[in-house]
C-alpha cells in the first residue's frame, strides 16, 4: 500500500498487479491472446463507465490496461479518479467491480459490445489506409521497430481479426483477464488532497473490508435496438446550387434546413458533418454560467429514450459521435463518420433536436467533476490562464472562463433545459457535410433526418444587446494572480486591444505580425536570455463582438524572471513599433503559414470550419478564396504600421500569474 498526499491534486487511486516481465515473440497468436485481454479492460472499464455516468458514483472516472514496462515487468492496472471526501468508497468500489469481473466473467452481451466496436475501428482503418499521413506512418514504423513488433498493414490485421472471431468467446476473454490478475497480490495507490492519519492502514482496511462484502453476477441485458429513424415523410429540396470554384453544392430543404455539401478524397471513408443553429454564447439565460454548463450537460442527458450509457450499447459498432458546444454565435453538433454510417449519426442528431432527455445525471456528472476540473486548473499557471484571464480579458464576462462549485450548484436541469429549448425546436438549421460521400447518399441521409422535421423558424434574433464585450483598461502594473503548483514556476502575459474581424485582409496582416513577433521573442527569451523554452502567441478577432480583438504574447518563467520578461517584451514590441522588422523575418514568418494554407486545402477539417455557418455569412467564401492571395500580398510596411498603431505599452493590459505566497 502507497499513499501520497498534495492539497491540490486529484484523488487517485490505482490497483496494480506486477509479475516479472514474460519476453514473447510477436506473432499472429500472441497478439491473438493479448487481444483476448483488451477485451476484458473494455469490458471492466465499461462497467465503471456505466457506474459514473449514474453522476452519483464515488467514482468520477476509472479503466483498466495491461501493459509491459520498459521490458522488465507486466502489469495489469485500474486507474481511478475519485471524490476526495468519498474515497474509502471509492476504493470498495474498484475492488468489488475487479472482483466481480474476477468471480463472475463477464457477460454475452458485454462481450459482443465490445467486439463490434473493435471489428468497426478495424474496418475502417483499412478503409482510410490509403490517406493516412506520412508523419503517421513514419511514427508507426519506428514504434513498431522499437518494440520489436512486425510492421502490418490495416487490412491484414482486418483479416486476421475475422478468421478468429470464432474464438473470441467469453470464457476465452474471461481466462485472459484472470490471468492477468490472479497468482500475485495487488498493489494499492492513493494520491490524495486529504490528510489521512495513519494512511496506509486505511488504505488496507478499506480494501480488505469491502472484500468481505459478496458480489453477485452481472445481468446479461441482451442486445438493445436505437429507438429513432423514423421522422416523418422525408424532406424535399426546394433550391440547389453549385459553386464549381470551390467545389460545393449547397441545397435547402422545404423546412428551411439548408445544407452546404463538399465532397473531398482526402481521407477514404471519412465525412465530417457538423450542425449549427441558434445564436449560442448570444442567447438570453436565467442564470450565470448557464452556457457553459449546458456544453457539458447536454449530450450526457441522454435522449428521451436512451441515457447516455445506453446509447453507447445500442449504437456499438457504429463510427459516430455527439459532440455538441455552444460557441460564440451558435449551437453546434460535430462528428467524423463513415458513409456507411452517416444516416445513423444524422439520426442521432436529429433525435437531440427532437426528444432530448434532460436527466439530472448529466448534471450530476458535471457537478463532481467541476471540483478537480478546477482543482487541476489552478495548479499551473496555465491553467488559471484557461479558469480565470480568459474571462478577466473580456472584462469579466461570465460566458467565459470555468464556474465554480457555487455557480455551478446554483444550476439545474430546468435552467438548462430553458436556454436551449428555443432553439433546438425552432432556430433555423444549418448543416455542413465534408468528406468521402456521393452526394446523392448525402441528400439521402439529410433528407430523411433533418430534411423530414417540422418547419423551421426563417430567421433568429441577433441579440444585439448581448454582443457587447469590452477589453479590459489599460494597467501600469500587472494584475496579479496565484497558482498552486511549484513555488518556482510563474507567467507573464501581455495583451494588446486591436480590432474585430470585418476586414478579413487586415485580421491576416495581424497574423502574419503575430508570427513575426513570435520568431522575435523565440530568439531572445529562449535562445538569448534562456528565459523559456517556448513563448506563447496569439492574436483574437472576433466575428461576433464588434471592435473586439487582441494580440497577445507571454512566457512560461521562473519567478525571479518576471520583471526581466516584462523588459523584454516592451523592448521587441517597441522593435516593431519602430520598423526593425527584416525581409528574413517576415519570410520566416509568412513560408510556414502559406505552407498550412497548402495543406488546408487538402484537409477535410480546415474545409469544414471555413464553410461551416456560410448559409448565413455568404461572404466566408469569399475569405476561401483570397486566404492565400491575403498572405503572399501583405507587406513589411504594413505590419509596421499595424504595430506602431497597436502595440503602444501604454495600451496594454498585463496579468503576472505567480505561486501562492508569492508577492
Known sequence: VGYFNDPEIYTIFSVDAVRPHEERLDTVEARFENNLAN????????????????????????????TSDFGLADRASILSIARPDRWEEAVATVEQELRRALEHGFTGAELAEQIANQHTALRDAAEQAGTRSSPQLADRIWSNWRADQVLTTPQSTLERFEAAMDRITVEAVNAAFREQWEGVEPLLFLASPL???????????????????????????????????????????????????????????????????KQTDFEDGTVRVRLDFGRGELEPRGVPAVDIVAGSVFTAAGLGEHTEDELSRVLAGRNIGNGFGVSDDSFRFSASTTPGDLRIQLDLFTAYLTDPGWRQEGLDQFRAVIPEIRRNLFSSPSGVMQAEVSRLVRSGDLRYG?????????????????????????????????????????????????????????DWPDYDEARDIVFPDPVDTPVVLHHNGPDYQAMANVYWPTFDDSEPRRTRALALLRAVFDLKLTDRLREQDGFTYSAISGETASDVYPDFGYLYVGADVRVENVAATYAAIDELAADLVSGEISEDELLRARRPLLEQIENAFESNSAWMSWLAGSWASPERLDRVRAIQSDYESVTRQELVDLAAEYLQPERSWRVTILPQETE
Open 39 to 66: 477485451l476484458g479492460d473494455a469490458i471492466l472499464s465499461r462497467r465503471f463507465a456505466t457506474l459514473t455516468s449514474s453522476g452519483t458514483s464515488p467514482l468520477i472516472q476509472a479503466s483498466a490496461t495491461h
Open 195 to 261: 490528510v489521512i492519519e495513519d494512511a496506509e492502514t486505511a488504505i488496507r482496511t478499506a480494501w480488505t473490508e469491502s472484500a468481505q462484502q459478496p458480489v453477485e453476477a452481472p445481468v446479461d441485458t441482451g442486445v438493445q435496438t436505437f429507438a429513432y429513424g423514423d421522422f416523418g415523410p422525408a424532406g424535399e429540396i426546394v433550391e440547389r446550387s453549385e459553386i464549381d470554384d470551390l467545389g460545393l453544392v449547397r441545397l435547402r430543404f422545404e423546412n428551411g434546413v439548408r445544407a452546404t455539401f
Open 402 to 458: 470555468i464556474p465554480d462549485e457555487e455557480q455551478v450548484a446554483a444550476i439545474d436541469m430546468a435552467d438548462v433545459q430553458g436556454f436551449l429549448s428555443p432553439a433546438l425546436e425552432r432556430a433555423p438549421i444549418e448543416v455542413t457535410i465534408v468528406g468521402d460521400v456521393s452526394e446523392e447518399e448525402a441528400v439521402s441521409a439529410l433528407a430523411a433526418t433533418l430534411g423530414a422535421l417540422p418547419t423551421r423558424a426563417e
